[in-house]
């Protein structure tokens, strides 16, 4: 497997503009998890989807950010307009079910992760 | 509420000595607990975990980790330190507790790890 997909790696916007990130999440995984990145603030989880499912978004910052999961293999966080503080790497995980035979339960499975500039 | 600390922003030794990087967790119930260690530019990879079982835990590496339940911890470590495992390494916990699975994790702000050659 190719592991998580992110999509782009790098992204340079000015401030106003639209953003999306792209996730494409191991396959038979069936949780799904964006998180960001920042020296100051560390690593905080955004969103957390269970079968496609929108569980736990209290990390989501305000109403600018927004993610969607319309199937098992994709998912997308959107920011919109964005902010020079939305400036950040956002990591996309996944994690397979418990039943999983050789999964190691509860393991997440970061991807390469996107950084994202505003300017 | 779940929580995970690591005392320690950044932690230096020196090659070939031993190294400990600390973490302390609070749960409800019972805990899984994971590392994770993160190399510049990239994503978190596993390193190790402890669900049950033995409370000395071995991982990728060369790494293993102590679960100790009266203290909560659960510290990284490593024999003889290499160059290469210059890092940041997070701590991670979860509620083994998790209804209808719910696999929230919550991560430590993590420790960086400097080995001087």
């Known amino acids: 497997d190719a592991g998580v997909i992110q999509s782009p790696r790098h992204e340079v916007t000015e401030m106003g503009q639209e953003v999306t990130l792209r996730c494409k999440p191991i396959s038979g995984h069936n949780s799904l998890f964006w998180y960001r990145q920042t020296m100051m603030r560390g690593l905080e989880l955004l969103i957390y989807f269970n079968n496609n499912v929108p569980i736990d978004d209290s990390g989501m910052p305000e109403d600018r950010f927004s993610a969607k999961m319309p199937n098992a293999s994709f998912s997308t966080l959107k920011i919109q307009p964005s902010e020079p503080r939305d400036s950040a790497v956002y990591f996309c995980a996944s994690s397979p079910p418990s039943v999983m035979r050789g999964e190691i339960r509860g393991t997440q499975y970061f991807g390469p992760g996107t950084r994202l500039t505003v300017l | 509420a779940q929580s995970v600390a690591q005392p320690e922003d950044q932690v230096n030794v020196a090659e070939g000595n031993p190294l400990t990087v600390k973490c302390t967790y609070s749960v409800s119930g019972n805990p899984y607990l994971f590392w994770y260690v993160q190399y510049p530019n990239r994503g978190l990879q596993f390193l190790l975990k402890y669900i049950t079982?033995?409370?000395?835990?071995?991982?990728?590496?060369?790494?293993?980790?102590?679960?100790?339940?009266?203290?909560?911890?659960?510290?990284?470590?490593?024999?003889?330190?290499?160059?290469?495992?210059?890092?940041?390494?997070?701590?991670?916990?979860?509620?083994?507790?998790?209804?209808?699975?719910?696999?929230?994790?919550?991560?430590?702000?993590?420790?960086?790890?400097?080995?001087?050659?």
């Open chain 2, 53 to 117: 079982g033995d409370n000395l835990v071995k991982g990728s590496y060369g790494f293993e980790a102590e679960f100790n339940k009266s203290q909560t911890s659960f510290h990284l470590k490593k024999p003889s330190a290499l160059v290469s495992d210059s890092a940041l390494y997070f701590c991670a916990v979860r509620d083994i507790r998790g209804s209808g699975g719910y696999q929230k994790v919550t991560f430590g702000t993590g420790t960086k790890l400097q080995v001087i050659p």
